[in-house]
């Protein structure tokens, strides 16, 4: 069965953000990059699909300005065949990416596709589902659990209540939760092997898909700060505060 | 302008998060739909038509929605959009919406805007963006706005109050590729974490699952729900549905008790929104103390007892 993976280059989750002062956007200026966590997780489950006997070969893509080969051939080190950059420095929705996606999804022919389920720069937890509607695959979102047997997969869903369990027809789109596993860091011997791994490039013309956009940021500004209150010195004092002066119990 | 609302429910009742939504949808302005779907939600509907400023309610009633499974769901809010026309397409920011609605929005081939906490105008809208590190206004300019709303950004609109028309529509899309195997459900007597007026949760500083306990009695006494850091959750103390945080739950209770928690800043973007909040923490250099309106410095083994004999 073949796998793809989708996988995003964004700002290092360590990194803590600031707006630009004309609040056009992020400043993303000489500021660390790495794989979206959520598209790690999503690697590493293809790669245990693989390791378990169910996936025959892992095909990695990204969306994203040249730099995103970065990622794709961390992709490479940590266990994917081949890898797929689509190359625009636009914007690009998730509607866009999905529908680049299914570009590629036309041209591989997966059984499975493996997207984190949000990228922790846009926040839009999108690509999987829409992806899902373009295809008409059945969609297993907020997995965190994957089990494929013959032709169909059952997933275990994150929801807010708890867990719920479905089985889902194969070919089939996954999104990955926190606690679907616990990625791996790339051996060098593999690091090594990576870089001579193969990785296409396509224009986002030369798979037919355009990226116009309906939305635009007019302004992105810092959220409001909350100030720091004061620091009682008992439990009693505490209990008096919250009765008699915020009123909340 | 005719605005369709996603009713978020689980075909005996109607969640909390939809009044919420709704809220959303009445600033933004117009006749208000609401679309009840699910499988026996004649009761759903019925409380539904009451909802202060809904004109109409949808109810389509079949087995394909009982679960909610987004491959069928899809199809039905879809078809509705393009015979009705509607101008927007909103349904809360919970798991529930956040699977179906991008699907919805990717079949009726537009963007859609995700977790809106403000409505500037019916086309512009602000979002959390970076874990809540930056908020972006934007503006939409596709034909049929698909929006989800995250519910501590609008209070709810009135339950009671309205006297909406039902119609039943009569489609049943089932895609036919996805079933419903099972769930397993956490039962609580305490309120849901996203619509209680006061959490405790409990961080790394609790130490094991079982000093959840001290946490669960002290909401008890204050009819509070029981919420955790995601250091707690990977750590095993407790489920993920407990999570609060980016990559948990967003609350913004009236009082928002943290247990030994440090503040990492994923944490504070799923609560810093709350109107008061208490940090309980033996590290006087704990960042949570940033962001507390009251801060104390104690071992939270000590302080929980005495506050749960106090309040």
Excluded: W
């Excluded at chain 2, 790394?204 to 002290?218: E, I, P, S, T, V």
């Amino acid at each position: 069965m073949k796998v793809l993976v989708a996988v995003k280059r964004v700002v290092d989750y360590n990194v803590k953000v600031r707006v630009k002062a004309d609040n056009s956007g992020v400043d993303l200026a000489n500021v660390k990059m790495s794989m979206n966590p959520f598209c790690e997780i999503a690697v590493e489950e293809a790669v245990r699909l693989k390791e378990k006997g169910v996936a025959t070969e892992i095909v990695v893509v990204s969306i994203g300005p040249t730099t995103a080969q970065e990622q794709l051939r961390t992709a490479l080190a940590l266990g994917a065949d081949r890898a797929i950059l689509v190359e625009t420095s636009d914007e690009v929705t998730s509607l866009a990416v999905a529908k680049l996606l299914k570009a590629v999804v036309d041209k591989e022919q997966p059984q499975l596709v493996i997207l984190g389920k949000q990228a922790i720069d846009s926040d839009n937890n999108q690509t999987g589902q829409m992806l899902g509607a373009l295809t008409d695959f059945s969609q297993g979102t907020f997995a965190s659990k994957v089990e494929v047997a013959g032709d169909k997969v059952q997933v275990t869903r994150e929801i807010d209540g708890g867990l719920q369990i479905v089985e889902l027809a194969l070919p089939a789109i996954i999104t990955s939760d926190l606690r679907l596993n616990e990625p791996r860091y790339a051996s060098l011997p593999n690091i090594m092997k990576a870089k001579k791994k193969p990785l296409e490039v396509f224009t986002p013309d030369a798979l037919g898909v355009s990226t116009v956009s309906t939305i635009k940021t007019l302004s992105v500004e810092a959220p409001a700060i909350r100030g720091a209150g004061i620091k009682v010195k008992s439990v009693a004092e505490l209990v008096d505060k919250l009765k008699n002066e915020a009123k909340v119990i | 302008m005719t605005i369709l609302v996603i009713a978020e429910n689980t075909n005996l009742a109607l969640a909390p998060a939809t009044l919420n939504t709704l809220a959303a949808a009445q600033k933004i302005g117009g006749d208000i739909h609401l679309l009840v779907a699910g499988e026996s939600v004649g009761a759903v509907a019925e409380a539904a038509a009451k909802i202060a400023g809904v004109s109409k309610v949808l109810v389509a009633d079949n087995a394909a929605y009982a679960h909610q499974l987004p491959e069928n769901v899809t199809l039905l809010i879809a078809q509705l959009v393009q015979e009705q026309g509607y101008s927007h397409v909103l349904a809360s920011a919970t798991s529930n919406g956040k699977n179906i609605l991008p699907r919805v929005a990717a079949k009726l081939d537009v963007d859609q805007i995700s977790e809106i906490i403000a409505v500037e105008s019916a086309d512009t809208f602000k979002r959390p963006i970076y874990a809540g590190n930056a908020i972006a206004t934007v503006q939409s300019t596709a034909s049929v706005k698909v929006i989800t709303v995250r519910a501590t950004g609008f209070d709810p609109v009135a339950a009671e109050g309205g006297s909406a028309a039902i119609e039943a529509l009569e489609a049943a899309n089932d895609a036919g590729i996805s079933s419903f195997v099972g769930e397993e459900l956490a039962s609580s007597d305490r309120p849901e974490l996203t619509a209680a007026k006061i959490v405790v949760s409990g961080g790394r500083g609790m130490q094991n699952g079982d000093n959840f306990k001290h946490l669960y009695a002290l909401a008890d006494k204050l009819g509070a729900a029981v919420g955790a850091s995601r250091a707690a959750v990977d750590a095993g103390f407790v489920p993920n549905d407990m999570q609060v945080g980016q990559t948990g739950k967003i609350v913004a209770p009236q009082l928002y008790i943290a247990v030994g928690i440090s503040g990492a800043i994923q944490h504070l973007a799923g609560m810093k929104d709350s109107k008061v909040i208490v940090a309980i923490n033996k590290d006087e250099d704990a960042p949570i103390f940033q962001v507390a309106d009251y801060g104390l410095v104690a071992d939270l083994f000590e302080a929980i007892p005495e506050l749960e004999k106090l309040v």
